[in-house]
């Protein structure tokens, strides 16, 4: 099994800037795609960024210019780089690691979330 552990998360102001942490354990052998994404109150979970293993990045159309994913492969873990957060960046962030296992079973883990509060 793999599990994930998010950090970062937390209180700010508008304008302000948080780095949320995912770190990975278990048997990995290969992280295919890393993701984070987010779910407001009442609203669905939405894809806010993702990287592949060759460094493939993708933003939502509301986050680019703002956030940065990034990982680090040796260490199993991804990042989440937040700058000039608005009020409508308020959601609970989850961490997603597509990948396969040393014994090569697929993988589809979810952290747990993190709360990330952005007041005006």
Known sequence: QVQLVESG????????????????SGSI????VAAWYRQA???ERELVARIT????TY????????F??????????VS?????????????????LVGKTITASPFDSWGQ????TVSS
């Open 41 to 43: 109150p009442g609203k």
């Open 59 to 66: 933003y939502a159309d509301s986050v680019k210019g703002r």
């Open 80 to 96: 989440l780089q937040m700058n000039s957060l608005t009020p409508e960046d308020t959601a609970v962030y989850y961490c997603n």
């Open 9 to 24: 998360g937390g209180l700010v102001q508008a304008g302000g800037s948080l780095r949320l942490s995912c770190a990975a």
């Open 113 to 116: 979330g993190t709360q990330v």
């Open 29 to 32: 052998f290969w992280i295919v």
């Open 68 to 77: 940065t994913i990034s990982r680090e492969n040796a260490k199993n873990t």
């Open 53 to 56: 293993s060759g460094g493939s």
